[in-house]
C-alpha cells in the first residue's frame, strides 16, 4: 500500500477534517512511498520509535506524535533525536489524536467503554468527544473499581463512596477531567477519564457524583491498536503494537 494512500484512507475513516485539534492528524514524518508493515504505539516517544524501527516497520501510527499547539516549534533536543530516527531509517510517522478518541468503532471511547462493559447511549462535550451510557448492571464504586484495575493493568485512583452502587456512568479516555461538571450535568453516578486535577475531588465529594482517574497512558492503549488491526485485516499488512509502560 502505498503512503498516500494509507493516509487518504484514515483521513476518510476517521473524518480528520471535522475536527479542530492540538496537532496535526495524518502524517507528520515522510518516509518510505511504500508500506507494507504498520507499528502503533500509544506515544511516539524514543523506545517505540527504536522497537518500531528495529522490528522493520515502515510507518509507525500513533495517538501522540509531535508538533502540539503552543509548543517550542525548533527541532533540538529529544525532537531532534526522534525525527532523526525516523528520517534516518527512512519511516513515516502518523499520528490521530481526536479523531482517534471520537471512533464509533475503533476509538479509544468506544474501545474502553467495550472494554469496561459500559454500553454507550449518547456523547457529550466539545466536539461529541465525551460518552454516556451504563453499565451492564448496578454494582458498588468499589467492585467497578476493581474490574478496572484489572481490565486496566492500574489500579485507579477513585474520588467517592467505594459502597455507593453505580449504574449510569460518563466516560472520556485521557486527559478530559475538565469534562467532569458537564458530565454530572447529564446525571450520572461515576465519571471515568484517564486524569484526576485538585478541583475535581471536591466536586465529586460535594455532588456524590464519583470521579475514577483511571491513566491517561491506560485508557488510550486501544484505540490505536484498533486502528492498527483493523487496517492489517483490510489491507494485508503486518501490524505489530509497541507499548512503553507509562503510570500517568
Known sequence: MLLNELRDYNASLLQTGLFKDYCP???????????????TGVTASQQVLDEAVAWGADAILVHHGYFWRNEDATITGIRKRRIAQLLRNDVSLL???????AHAELGNNA??????GMT????????????LGELERTQPLAQFAQQIAHDLQRAPQVIGDGAKNIRKVAWCSGGAQNY???AIAQGVDAYVTGEISEQNFHLANETGVAFIAAGHHATERMGIQALGEHLA???GMEHRFFDQANPV
Do not use: C, M, S
Open 120 to 131: 454507550a447511549q449518547g456523547r457529550f462535550g466539545e466536539q461529541n468527544i465525551a460518552w
Open 111 to 116: 474501545q474502553l467503554g467495550k472494554l469496561l
Open 25 to 39: 492528524n495524518g502524517i507528520q514524518v515522510e518516509g518510505r512511498a511504500e508500506v507494507r508493515r504498520i507499528a
Open 180 to 182: 467532569f461538571e458537564a
Open 233 to 235: 485485516k483490510q489491507f
Open 95 to 101: 499520528t490521530y489524536h481526536l479523531p482517534l478518541d
